[in-house]
């Protein structure tokens, strides 16, 4: 990470406690989902996704992050577990408008594009 300080000169830190060659720990399964709204916006920001696994749905918000004149990337990081695999998605886009998807494969990015799913039942 960089810090950019006010009247002085910029810090550089490095977590040093992590093995990035190491595999992960089990249990540390993951994934990252996109919404992307083609006729709107490239991303929905605003999206609420309920993500159905095994034990119980989660409700995830499509934000863009960021800070004094920046922004980062509007996906959505969901840790699993011990799951390894997600079963549906549902999707309420930022007009009101819901779509169900597939679910997916652990330890991935997913990208739920609007139109691409199914009107939920």
């Known amino acids: 990470m960089v810090i950019a300080n006010l009247d002085r000169a910029p810090q550089v830190l490095r977590n040093l406690t992590i093995d990035e060659a190491a595999p992960p720990p089990p249990g540390a399964n993951w994934l990252q989902i996109r919404a992307i709204d083609p006729q709107h916006n490239r991303e929905a920001i605003g999206a609420r996704i309920t993500v159905h696994t095994t034990s119980g749905p989660r409700l995830l ?10 922004t980062g ?12 695999a997600v079963v549906s998605f549902d999707v309420v886009w930022p007009d009101g408008i819901a779509e169900t998807f597939d679910g997916a494969a652990a330890n991935q990015v997913v990208e739920l594009i609007r139109g691409k799913g199914r009107t939920p039942q």
Do not use: E
């Not at 918000?61 to 920046?70: A, C, E, P, Q, T």
């Open 73 to 84: 990337p509007a996906t959505a990081h969901l840790g699993l577990g011990t799951a390894d």
């Open 61 to 70: 918000h499509v934000l863009s992050s960021g800070s004094y004149l920046s």
